[in-house]
């Protein structure tokens, strides 16, 4: 936005591609050199603040084993604060916080040709709407439909790989649901889904009491925020 006030549209195009093709020259370098497999969004799991700060607390609790129970119970002496206070044994704790480390550090499943072809596809097809819209122009559906096809495909030729572990099988539900943003790219949503889903917006203001306070905003906003989507397709 701010290459396009300075330089116009050539300049804010012209970041914009050399920005896709940064991004995709390094993923396919991940891809084929690193053998990284399916590329997960964000590529790094977020550091849970929180939860570090309770384990290193945890890590100077003493706990009690009741004689005739044997259940494991915390010391009341060394009792965290409430913010970093769990409900559940120290037990279970460790067995939770061990599951998720073993799932986050698991090694990437292996790609065959047909997998590597389509995590190829899905990684430069940003560089190829953008080739295509510069061809064919932003309210041709020629860049659109190539776009979906892309996608589609990509997510054909990945549904056949089994075995693959838990952020690699939510990245593809991830990429299935992202989808549905197809109907809010343009055109479909010049010509099909403005109309309809500022009528359905502006039903459940008039008719839906409080709802006005936040699908008014949105109404005013959807132009802006839907241009502003269709230039950062990738």
């Known amino acids: 936005m701010g290459t396009a006030r300075v330089w116009g549209e050539m300049g804010r195009w012209t970041i914009i591609v050399l920005i896709q093709l940064a991004k995709a020259i390094l993923r396919l370098l991940l891809l084929l050199w690193y053998k990284a497999g399916i590329q997960t969004s964000p590529p790094i799991v977020p550091l849970n603040r929180e939860q570090q700060q309770s384990l290193h607390s945890e890590g100077e609790l003493s706990t009690y084993v009741g004689r005739r129970s044997s259940r494991v119970v915390r010391s009341l002496q060394n009792t965290p604060s409430l913010q970093s206070r769990h ?4 037990q279970q704790r ?6 998720r480390a073993e799932e986050m550090n698991q090694p990437p499943t292996p790609l065959g040709l047909q997998e590597t072809i389509a995590e190829s596809i899905y990684l430069t097809r940003p560089l190829l709407h953008l080739l295509s819209l510069g061809v064919w122009g932003q309210r041709s559906w020629k860049p659109w439909l190539l776009s979906a096809v892309l996608d589609i495909s990509s997510l054909s030729l990945l549904s056949d790989l089994k075995d693959l572990n838990r952020r690699e099988r939510a990245e593809l539900r991830r990429r299935t649901i992202l ?16 109309a309809r889903i500022l009528f359905l917006l502006r039903l459940l203001a008039d008719y839906v009491p409080g709802l006005g306070f936040v699908t008014r905003p949105l109404m005013d906003y959807l132009p802006a925020w839907q241009k502003i989507y269709f230039y950062n397709w990738g």
């Open 87 to 90: 409900w559940g044994s120290p």
């Open 94 to 99: 460790e067995e939770t916080q061990s599951r």
């Open 179 to 194: 989808l549905l943003y197809y109907l809010l790219r343009s055109p479909f949503y010049d010509r099909y889904s403005e």
